[in-house]
């Protein structure tokens, strides 16, 4: 038996385990699916389809806000989860259908690029042809180009998922791709570490991606002309452990900015060590089939565009019917009334301030893939009640989860040090007596806390908490111990 009190790191509150019945019956049943085929966090697979399902609307719907206005249905989301969690495997599943779509559209692309290389040099020739006859007139001139026709088209791009990307590349790209995108890195490390975050660049990436999310209009003034991405969407999941992604999460500049306040952010419990392995139920498969084949039947209608000869999306607008609209007030009041000085959600009030937006996103892309029964897809015309107040019970989820990670103290290293140095003697020291610098620097582990300094800054901080007394400072010869009056903790030292 070892006798220990509190730790020095407070541990946040407990996780409440996602609400998937939420977010209607096609995504309830795919991610719960996917839960039990990947063997993942429940909301990990939640937040995977989530996210999948507005990539897939967010270029044909808006959701109509009264007195706001159009609101895309475009997500950002942040999952943080240790690497054994089967994050990879809960994305494969919940893009499958964008997969098997982009491999289509890679297909058509290779086609289409050898018909317009072809095209091309004819038409170079042709233009070089007319621009070299010096017996035109200029008005001759003008009619043999006319005549020729326009420049060839190059055939947009066929990516659909980014595994990174720049902001100056994101621009370009919606020149030259759909106007429908996703940044869905395999790791999120390889976007958080790259070029659009290093700290030179991370306040003109956040606003960039933060008027996407808005669905405003971002315009760059280049020598080479404007660059205007208006009419476009872009939905994001990055998921990242979560040792790293408290860098992002925690990032003063991204909070006070206001990215991450658009961002739905989660960190669910793991399963390891409950992963056993099991057959796969075949109902699951038929669950995931109807979830794939309505991702992908939405992939398949062609985006509505805005008439004119500037590309730009033009979504139509599901409004709410009368009682979704009084949910949806009710909760917006609801949540202005727990900001303010001593409200309950003030310690987030950036991202309490958006939870209504995110409801009517999360109505709009529930409403948007209808149910399993439908035989067209894209036919709501409403945002239904009870659609809504399930939008609302999700949007509030989050943001308790917002508030639960909000909590909970952020660990110094030093602090962290320490904890780790008190687990250590009252749970795995067999020694009687003193606590000697160099007894610690040869036996303690992990092996990484043996370190002369850590160990000093440890051992003071453990002095300052009272969780040690220093019974000697002389430089070599200090030496501490643990104190008498420790409240007894049973701790299993077989665990």
Known sequence: MAYFSLPLVLPKWPYVEFPAHRLGDILNAAANAIARRAQVPLGLAGQSVLVAAAL???????????QLGPNPTSLNAISLVASTDGKGQADKLAMAAFRKFEGELADKHALEMANYKDSHKVWKVEEARVLGDKKLSRDGRM??????????VRPLEWVILHDTATIEGLQLNFQHSRLSLGLVPTDGAYFTAGYAMNPERLLNTAAYL?????GARARKLLLAGVQNNEG???????????????????????NEQGLLSRFLVIEPDGLAGTRLTRDPDPQDDALLKVYHDRLYAILCEELPMKPGPRRMLDPSLLPMSGDAYAVWRSYRDHIERKIGPGGYYRQVRAVAGR????????????????????????????????????????????LEEALRLASAVPPSPTATQADEV???????????????????????????????????????????????????????????????????VFVDEDA
């Open 143 to 152: 009619a043999a180009l006319k005549a020729i026709g326009a420049e060839p």
């Open 210 to 214: 933060s008027l996407l999310w808005d």
């Open 232 to 254: 476009v969407r872009l939905s994001s999941h990055i998921m990242l452990q979560p040792g790293i992604g408290a860098s992002m999460v925690g990032n003063r500049e991204l």
């Open 56 to 66: 897939a609307v967010q270029g044909h719907v808006d959701a109509d806000v009264p």
């Open 422 to 488: 008190l687990l250590w003697l009252t749970t795995k020291w067999r020694g009687t007596g003193d606590i000697e610098l160099r007894m610690l620097r040869a036996n303690i582990t992990p092996v990484r806390l043996r370190d002369a300094v850590t160990l000093r800054a440890a051992l003071f901080c453990l002095v300052k908490s009272g969780e040690l007394e220093q019974v000697e400072q002389s430089g070599r010869g200090a030496r501490w111990r643990l104190p008498t009056s420790r409240p007894p």
């Open 355 to 398: 939870s209504a937006q995110m409801a009517a996103r999360f109505a709009g892309i529930i409403t948007a893939m209808g149910e399993p029964s439908d035989q067209r897809v894209l036919q709501a015309t409403e945002i239904l009640a009870d659609v809504m107040s399930d939008a609302v019970a999700l949007a509030e989820w989050y």
